[in-house]
């Protein structure tokens, strides 16, 4: 048995051409390509599929070897899974060849046999390079090709760097230095799940909403840290997967992306007392950065609904033609799908997540710990889950939600610091029992619902200097009309929350 250590990243069309001159400082002991041919099988029924192993024939130079993967682990991009492989002689699957205790007890491996028919191949080109740093030997595969099943086809451009012996740090240093470069994206969807989706065997991927953790009293803040690290880091790369299989208009799939990357950051925050010095102080930069490169979100479903339905939502408006001609306008100056793909396939967003990956795959929080930083991650987490909340709420009775009235623009200035109120209360919620919970959190949810209904006017003041004296002064009515039923219902709602008891 072999465990596999590797980086899968998918690449920019024009890597092929690239990545000999970034590896030219580096001493390659082996480089060749080969054509790979590979046949997936599985049971009508998902058999294999179901205990997340991997099934397939690999044609090599008139070899053949079958080859099992099973279920291993993933960090970000970086994936572990063991893996199985036997000759064969013959283009048929024999899972006897492989050792019996692989399989879990409730499989019944004979039967599983007697069922396993092809569902899809892949067939590349296999450009490799066997690197020796140090005393690390890394094996760099940049595959191009395409995924087939029946008439559908997928194309493939991916590079893989498998850790063959030694540091696994020198593996994520080598592909800092090739991120750097751009055009590389960590990806967490293997040939295998392409080929899946692609053959009609897996539902297509659905949103997905951030919900609670589960915790209990017993754990940890180590163990929260972690758990909540990662939920952040699945939810916000599930999301571009997600949207990247299927780019266009579908902003609530890069509002969650935006949501998994603010739990990320949110978590960094919540424990630096206990991981300050060991968190790269450059990631909490970057962490802004990209959520400043999402901002536009905001702006952009606030048009997709004022425009929806043909601008329904203005349907009373006289003037509703020409507003609704000027807030396409808006929606055609926000960025394009190949301004977000750049941004995804950008060295800084690739460093960002190469770096987490790393500090989450060697824990190195650990090392050089002060004796009370490790007795606080030893900690059971509610204490400091009391604390943290009741920071948080501190913060915010004593910012503007906390004065005796506010006008609008206060209000939308304060969305972002009830957003980060809001997801502190996410990461312990579990803690606490769900009514008394609820209880607290709804009022404020509403507040934050009429802040962002609020916010949504603002395309429309923009377009009111953009009209004519009369229908500026219908315009401006109507808004004036919305925002006074909109605040009086946000003084309304403010008025019970704080009145809250906190559920902590």
Same mark, same amino acid.
């Given at each position: ?5 590797? *980086? ?27 054509? $790979?041919?590979?046949?997936?099988? /599985?049971?009508? /029924? ?21 080859? =099992? ?32 205790? &692989? ?7 004979? @039967? ?28 760099? !595969?940049? /595959? ?11 194309? &493939? ?49 659905? *949103? ?18 972690? !758990? ?35 739990? =990320?950051?949110?978590? *960094? ?14 990631? =909490? ?18 048009? !997709? ?8 939502? $203005? ?7 020409? =507003? ?14 190949? @301004? ?56 915010? @009775?004593?910012?503007? $939600?906390?004065?005796?009235?506010? /006008? ?86 403010? !008025? ?9």
């Amino acid at each position: 048995m072999d465990t596999e250590i590797e *980086l899968k990243f998918l690449v920019s069309s024009d890597m092929g051409s690239r990545l000999p001159t970034l590896l030219q400082s580096y001493k390659i002991s082996q480089h060749d390509q080969q054509h $790979l041919a590979n046949t997936y099988f /599985d049971t009508a /029924d998902l058999a294999l599929g179901k205990i997340k192993a991997g099934l397939r024939i690999r044609s090599q130079n008139g070899k053949m070897e079958q080859t =099992v993967k099973l279920a291993g682990s993933q960090v970000g991009g970086l994936h572990q899974r063991p893996e199985y492989n036997v000759p064969l002689t013959v283009h048929s699957p024999d899972l006897s060849l492989f050792p019996a205790h &692989i399989w879990p007890e409730a499989l019944n491996v004979n @039967r599983v046999q007697q069922s396993l028919q092809p569902l899809f191949s892949t067939d590349f080109l296999r450009r490799r390079w066997l690197l020796t740093i140090e005393d690390t030997d890394i094996e760099l !595969a940049l /595959d191009e090709g395409e995924v087939q099943s029946g008439e559908q086809r997928e194309t &493939i451009h991916e590079l893989e760097l498998e850790l063959v012996k030694g540091d696994v740090s020198q593996l994520f240093e080598l592909a800092d230095e090739l991120v750097k470069a751009g055009g590389l994206r960590l990806g967490t969807v293997s040939k295998a799940q392409r080929g899946y989706r692609l053959a009609g065997f897996s539902t297509p991927s659905r *949103l997905q909403m951030l919900e609670p953790l589960p915790l209990t009293a017993a754990d940890n803040c180590e163990q929260t840290m972690i !758990a909540l690290l990662h939920k952040g880091l699945y939810h916000w790369q599930y999301h571009e997967e997600g949207w990247l299989a299927e780019p266009g208009d579908r902003l609530d799939w890069l509002m969650q992306l935006r949501e998994g990357v603010s739990l =990320v950051h949110q978590t *960094l925050l919540l424990f630096g007392d206990q991981v300050s010095r060991h968190v790269n102080s450059g990631w =909490v930069d970057d962490l802004l950065w990209l959520q400043q490169q999402l901002s536009w979100l905001d702006r952009a479903q606030m048009l !997709a609904y004022l425009t929806a339905d043909k601008g329904h939502y $203005l349907r009373r408006l006289d003037c509703q033609k020409s =507003v609704l001609t000027h807030l396409q306008e808006q929606q055609q100056r926000l960025p394009d799908e190949a @301004r977000l793909e750049a941004l995804f396939y950008s060295a800084r967003y690739g460093r960002l997540m190469l770096g987490l990956t790393h500090w989450l795959y060697r824990q190195d929080w650990r090392a050089g710990l002060a004796a009370t930083q490790t007795a606080q991650l030893a900690a059971p987490v509610g204490e400091l889950a009391r604390q943290r909340l009741e920071d948080s709420w501190h913060i915010l @009775r004593h910012s503007a $939600l906390g004065e005796p009235s506010l /006008d609008g623009e206060r209000y939308i200035q304060q969305k972002g610091k009830l957003r980060r109120n809001l997801m502190i209360g996410l990461c312990f919620s579990s803690l606490y029992p769900e009514a008394d919970r609820i209880g607290f959190r709804m009022p404020w949810l509403d507040i934050l619902r009429g802040i962002e209904d609020l916010d949504m006017l603002s395309p429309l003041q923009d377009v009111s200097e953009q009209l004519d004296a009369t229908e500026k002064d219908e315009l401006e009515q109507w808004l004036a009309r919305k925002q006074q039923f909109l605040l009086e219902a946000l003084e309304q709602s403010r !008025a019970q929350a704080l009145q809250m008891k906190p559920y902590w």
